[in-house]
């Protein structure tokens, strides 16, 4: 017998796996995996501001990810900590408010948010000029 290329002999130990997996672990979707809680590196030490009341500041640099806290007011200030494109190319900025730290969509902060790019742990296109 001849050997199974990885991608083949990957689809075989996926399909195995999830013949013996317990029924709680087909529940985990796609969004609560990549909404684990993701810090980026603070790298920028910018104060910026957040353009509307109520944003959310979520765990995850996606829409669906849990939020964490809203702001309470338009202008509100903002230390940037760094920005990352998600794999769906949408520009997120991570930061902290107050005692609240994650990520908020760039297009909600002035300025477009944190110009300084994070770690490579989230997929997306190059680094923005």
């Not at 195995?16 to 030490?45: I, K, L, M, Y």
């Not at 990810?65 to 949408?90: G, K, L, P």
Request: proline residues 5%; glycine residues 12%.
């Amino acid at each position: 017998m001849g050997k199974l290329s990885p991608v083949l002999g990957g689809a075989v130990l996926l399909l195995a796996t999830a013949a013996f997996s317990a029924p709680a672990a087909a529940d985990v979707t796609d969004a609560q995996a990549r909404c684990v809680e993701r810090s980026g590196r603070h790298a920028d030490n910018t104060i910026g501001e957040i353009t509307d009341g109520g944003t959310p500041i979520r765990t995850g640099p996606y829409s669906d990810c849990r939020v964490i806290w809203r702001t309470t007011s338009a202008e509100q200030r903002a230390q940037y900590h760094c920005y990352a494109f998600n794999d769906v190319e949408n520009d997120w900025t991570y930061l902290t408010v107050g005692a609240y730290t994650g990520w908020v969509y760039s297009g909600n902060l002035y300025g477009g948010g944190s110009y300084v790019p994070c770690d490579t742990r989230i997929t997306g296109p190059a680094p923005r000029g």
